[in-house]
């Protein structure tokens, strides 16, 4: 029933049906108030200069948008660097240091699959989740970072930082309840948007490839994920950062019969403890060059 509601709510967002419209116009009038809200709650933010480079990655929308790839590429081209995001969908509160001192802490039922993906990919970075960036930031700064990324910051007003909010494609440009913008680029925030393509482009590796491999996945709108698909046999859609079992697992297995099972990176640091035989889409970006001279010119 949870994975229907959440396919269905990404529908409504992102691909509307004509009955999904009407729905959204219905609640029109408080999509007006949560808008107005966000924005006065925008109005009255004071900013607070941390003495260091912040780096925010967001989106206006709710759902996935590839902002974790983005960081990655960005947090790699600098030594001394942390990455703070919230963790959603882990099981521990507070804030937790993922990784320090290129050693890994936790395990991604405390870290959330995003963070473990940070700490994965990015050798020498520090890692953070907490619900309170500012916390997470003066952390950072004990561990000796020079520079912080914020995944998804751009709401955190009250934060002195570099704002790079990503575009993303959608027929319904409402404020939530009626669509999916948490935010809009509000009137006197300074903010730079990235278009895929044209200031970053992604590269998808397949690692460990097999003959017959079938598509686990459960990341937000796991249909972005078919430009780069291999053939495969069949595909298995979970809701975003969906706790996968063992059942699950095997139940497929069961049913299709793959040599591998093939993944995204945040479904790989959940999936690897069941020690069935994975195949890795490990996806890369490329950043343009004029998006590191904004980080460099940025003080």
Same mark, same amino acid.
């Given at each position: 029933?949870?994975?229907?509601?959440?396919?269905?709510?990404?529908?409504? +967002?992102?691909?509307?049906?004509? +009955?999904?419209?009407?729905?959204?116009?219905?609640?029109?009038?408080?999509? +007006?108030?949560?808008?107005?809200? $966000?924005?006065?709650?925008?109005?009255?933010?004071?900013?607070?200069?941390?003495?260091?480079?912040?780096?925010?990655?967001?989106?206006?929308?709710?759902?996935?948008?590839?902002?974790?790839?983005?960081?990655?590429?960005?947090?790699?081209?600098?030594? =001394?660097?942390?990455?703070?995001?919230?963790?959603?969908?882990?099981?521990?509160?507070?804030? $937790?240091?993922?990784?320090?001192?290129?050693?890994?802490?936790?395990?991604?039922?405390?870290?959330? =699959?995003?963070?473990?993906?940070?700490?994965?990919?990015?050798?020498?970075?520090?890692?953070?989740?907490?619900?309170?960036?500012?916390?997470?930031?003066?952390?950072?700064?004990?561990?000796?970072?020079?520079? $912080? +990324?914020?995944?998804?910051?751009?709401?955190?007003?009250?934060?002195?930082?570099? =704002?790079?909010?990503?575009?993303?494609?959608?027929?319904?440009?409402?404020?939530?309840?009626?669509?999916?913008?948490?935010?809009?680029?509000?009137?006197?925030?300074?903010?730079?948007?990235?278009?895929?393509?044209?200031?970053?482009?992604?590269?998808?590796?397949?690692?460990?490839?097999?003959?017959?491999?079938?598509?686990?996945?459960?990341?937000?709108?796991?249909?972005?994920? =078919?430009?780069?698909?291999?053939?495969?046999?069949?595909?298995?859609?979970?809701?975003?950062?969906?706790?996968?079992?063992?059942?699950?697992?095997?139940?497929?297995?069961?049913?299709?019969?793959?040599?591998?099972?093939?993944?995204?990176?945040?479904?790989?640091?959940?999936?690897?403890?069941?020690?069935?035989?994975?195949?890795?889409?490990?996806?890369? $970006?490329?950043?343009?060059?004029?998006?590191?001279?904004?980080?460099?010119?940025?003080?």
């Amino acid at each position: 029933m949870k994975q229907r509601i959440v396919f269905w709510v990404e529908r409504y +967002f992102y691909n509307p049906t004509l +009955f999904d419209r009407l729905i959204s116009f219905l609640f029109l009038p408080f999509s +007006f108030l949560y808008c107005l809200v $966000v924005y006065i709650k925008f109005l009255l933010a004071k900013e607070e200069d941390f003495s260091i480079k912040v780096i925010s990655v967001g989106n206006l929308t709710v759902g996935g948008s590839g902002k974790t790839p983005l960081v990655t590429a960005l947090a790699t081209h600098y030594k =001394d660097a942390a990455v703070i995001l919230r963790g959603y969908g882990r099981k521990s509160t507070g804030m $937790v240091v993922v990784k320090a001192n290129k050693e890994i802490l936790c395990d991604v039922d405390q870290s959330g =699959d995003e963070a473990m993906v940070y700490a994965k990919k990015l050798d020498d970075a520090t890692i953070i989740v907490s619900e309170d960036r500012k916390t997470g930031i003066k952390k950072a700064k004990e561990h000796g970072a020079k520079i $912080v +990324f914020l995944d998804d910051g751009y709401s955190k007003h009250s934060i002195k930082k570099l =704002d790079f909010v990503l575009h993303v494609n959608t027929k319904n440009l409402f404020c939530l309840p009626s669509g999916p913008y948490r935010e809009k680029l509000w009137s006197g925030k300074k903010a730079h948007l990235l278009y895929e393509e044209k200031d970053f482009k992604r590269k998808v590796i397949i690692k460990k490839p097999t003959s017959k491999m079938v598509l686990v996945t459960a990341i937000a709108r796991p249909q972005r994920l =078919d430009r780069y698909l291999p053939k495969v046999v069949a595909k298995y859609y979970f809701e975003d950062h969906y706790e996968f079992t063992k059942e699950d697992i095997e139940n497929i297995i069961k049913k299709e019969k793959p040599i591998s099972l093939l993944v995204t990176l945040k479904d790989y640091v959940k999936l690897e403890k069941f020690g069935y035989p994975l195949s890795l889409m490990d996806l890369d $970006v490329e950043v343009e060059k004029r998006v590191f001279e904004l980080i460099e010119n940025y003080s």
